[in-house]
């Protein structure tokens, strides 16, 4: 049972321009949503994170944005640069008391930034 | 400060064998949880440990399990190794938050 989905699995952009990785989830007690980025040979880096209390949050190129009534969230990366290329994970967690780091992942977007 | 890291890198058993992996936790974290990812797929669940006691599992059977020592490192454990076994085994430490989560390399496992 797949609760977080990421439904492209590869996305192609240009340098310079917008990419944007979408995911969606079905667990309504999601409250914390994360991006992680992977190259080959390397495990999962922590890119950027957002809470189900906020709608937006930024990092510098990186933007995450949340629609829980969707259970929609994207990940804006702008400008795109050729090192952006890597799969980049979608993962979700709930209830972090009782469950506390437990992450939920999608299956991934391979994204590839061309000059 | 070190990141965390997983040894072997990369193994190959056959069907039934036992397996044990390794994860040293970055310096400081006291929490620990295993990851499994199959080819294609994001990483699963196995489960995590806290201070040494297992805080919550994922659908895994009983021939995974797991240990964290003192020093925080851990092991994770396949017994009667099958086939579908073959993935990538995914490391990954905190401290008390899900904020800093730090994943190892990861270690690939093949089941011959």
């Known amino acids: ?115 | 400060e070190t990141g965390v890291t997983q040894s072997p890198t990369h193994l190959i058993k056959t069907r039934g064998q036992q397996v044990t992996l390794r994860c040293s936790s970055q310096s400081g974290h006291n929490t620990v949880s295993w990851y499994q990812q199959a080819l294609g797929q994001g990483p699963q669940f196995i489960f995590q440990y806290y201070r040494e006691e297992e805080n919550g599992r994922g659908n895994f059977p009983p021939r995974f399990s797991g240990l964290q020592f003192p020093n925080y490192s851990s092991e994770l454990n396949v017994n009667a190794l099958e086939l579908d076994d073959s993935a990538l085994y995914l490391c990954a430490s905190s401290l008390d938050s899900l904020y800093g989560y730090t994943f190892g390399s990861g270690t690939r496992l093949t089941v011959v």
């Not at chain 1, 321009?17 to 495990?43: H, Q, V």
């Not at chain 1, 937006?56 to 259970?71: H, I």
């Open chain 1, 1 to 115: 049972d797949q609760q977080v989905k990421q439904n492209s699995p590869s996305l192609s952009v240009q340098e310079g321009r917008i990419s944007i990785l979408n995911c969606d989830y079905t667990n309504s007690m999601f409250d914390y949503f994360l991006w992680y980025k992977k190259y080959p040979a390397e495990g999962p880096t922590f890119l950027i994170s957002i809470s189900s209390i906020k709608d937006k949050n930024e990092d510098g190129r990186f933007t995450v944005f949340l629609n829980k009534s969707a259970k929609h969230l994207s990940l804006h990366i702008v400008p795109s640069q050729p090192g952006d290329s890597a799969v980049y994970f979608c993962a979700a967690s709930a209830g972090r008391g009782s469950t506390l780091g437990r992450l939920y992942f999608g299956r991934g977007t391979q994204l590839t930034v061309w000059p």
